[in-house]
T-cell receptor, first 116, second 113 residues
Framework: GAVVSQHPSWVICKSGTSVKIECRSL??????MFWYRQFPKQSLMLMAT?????????EQGVEKDKFLINHASLTLSTLTVTSAHPEDSSFYIC????????????FGPGTRLTVL | GNSVTQMEGPVTLSEEAFLTINCTYT??????LFWYVQYPGEGLQLLLKATKADDKGSNKGFEATYRKETTSFHLEKGSVQVSDSAVYFC????????????FGKGTKLTVNP
């Protein structure tokens, strides 16, 4: 149980286009979802926290107009990278919390974004 | 702010060798401490955790003890297997209802037969 999926697993796009990444909790309801970014040989950096039905809370330094997060249901959150540029190329990982186990985040497998 | 420092990798061991991956932290208050593991092609999975000083987390033969005096949470296993090859992340979250995790950079472990 407690499986989180991400789609797509990898994406290549042209500079200036927008890319949407989906994060789904497959067998539980996720009250809270987190979005992380991971650079090569670096730790995961929290980008934002989203609660179902409310606006995401972004970490300092993360542009909310650049990285749009929507958590419209208890099983789906999306991250849209708008007007992507090469410096947005990274590995994006989501995780989810369920109300019954608030001390453990369940992670998706990640999405590799490459912007040309 | 909170931070986690873990030993740089990669680490390469032979099967049945002893493993230690060091992790130290800086935090205000009394954080909970975690080790996550990421197998190739998969998402991070919680390996073990400890929520207060002197607690020992253990799972799948791995152990780590929450040492407040040295602000450490070193991961150990007495005899590694090829299937333990993965990236290991040390992490903490703050108390007071915050579920935000702060991660170390990760240590890649390769175990050879």
């Amino acid at each position: 149980g407690a499986v989180v999926s991400q789609h797509p697993s990898w994406v290549i796009c042209k500079s200036g286009t927008s890319v949407k990444i989906e994060c789904r909790s497959l067998d539980f309801q996720a009250t809270t979802m987190f979005w992380y970014r991971q650079f090569p040989k670096q730790s995961l950096m929290l980008m934002a926290t989203s609660n179902e039905g409310s606006k995401a809370t972004y970490e300092q330094g993360v542009e909310k107009d650049k990285f749009l997060i929507n958590h419209a249901s208890l099983t789906l959150s999306t991250l849209t990278v708008t007007s992507a540029h090469p410096e947005d190329s990274s590995f994006y990982i989501c995780s989810a919390l369920t109300s019954g186990r608030k001390d453990e985040q369940f992670f998706g497998p990640g999405t590799r974004l490459t912007v040309l | 702010g909170n931070s986690v420092t873990q030993m740089e990798g990669p680490v390469t061991l032979s099967e049945e060798a002893f493993l230690t991956i060091n992790c130290t932290y800086t935090a205000t208050g009394y954080p909970s401490l975690f080790w996550y593991v990421q197998y190739p092609g998969e998402g991070l999975q919680l390996l073990l955790k400890a929520t207060k000083a002197d607690d020992k987390g253990s799972n799948k033969g791995f152990e780590a003890t929450y040492r407040k005096e040295t602000t450490s949470f070193h991961l150990e296993k007495g005899s590694v297997q090829v299937s333990d090859s993965a990236v290991y992340f040390c992490a903490l979250n703050g108390r007071g209802g915050s579920e935000k995790l702060v991660f170390g950079k990760g240590t890649k472990l390769t175990v050879n037969p």
